[in-house]
């Protein structure tokens, strides 16, 4: 099982740090990737995570803005969010994967999800 937390309001420019929780599975044996959908859009791909966190992967869209890290003794990944744009307004999900391969960024490539959190970007 996997949940998301940490989403909210969040004026443009400031941050924010998402939280994806895993129980009831090897967490350290899977690679972690975040998705979002805003409304009316398709879902996507926004990063991945390897299982030992030694690698990332990220949209060209966050790329410098977000980052992603992971703490698998609290069986936790975090996505921390700078520099937030109206445009990252979305909800955004977590999902589980063998490992962050070419097609990271297609949700195919996940197995589990997560339900999401909202992540509103407004003044």
């Known amino acids: 099982q996997l949940q998301a937390f940490g989403g909210g309001l969040v004026q443009p420019g400031g941050s924010l740090r998402l939280s994806c929780v895993a129980s009831?599975?090897?967490?350290?044996?899977?690679?972690i990737g975040w998705f979002r959908q805003a409304p009316g859009k398709e879902r996507e791909g926004v990063s991945c995570?390897?299982?030992?966190?030694?690698?990332?992967y990220y949209a060209d869209s966050v790329k410098g803005r977000f980052t992603a890290s992971r703490d698998n003794a609290k069986s936790t990944v975090y996505l921390l969010m700078s520099s937030l744009e109206p445009e990252d307004t979305a909800v955004y999900y977590c999902?589980?994967?063998?490992?962050?391969?070419?097609?990271?960024?297609?949700?195919?490539?996940?197995?589990?999800w997560g339900q999401g959190t909202l992540v509103t970007v407004s003044s």
């Open positions: 009831g599975f090897t967490f350290d044996d899977y690679a």
């Open positions: 999902g589980t994967a063998s490992f962050c391969g070419m097609t990271w960024y297609r949700g195919s490539d996940y197995e589990y």
């Open positions: 995570i390897s299982s030992s966190g030694g690698s990332t």
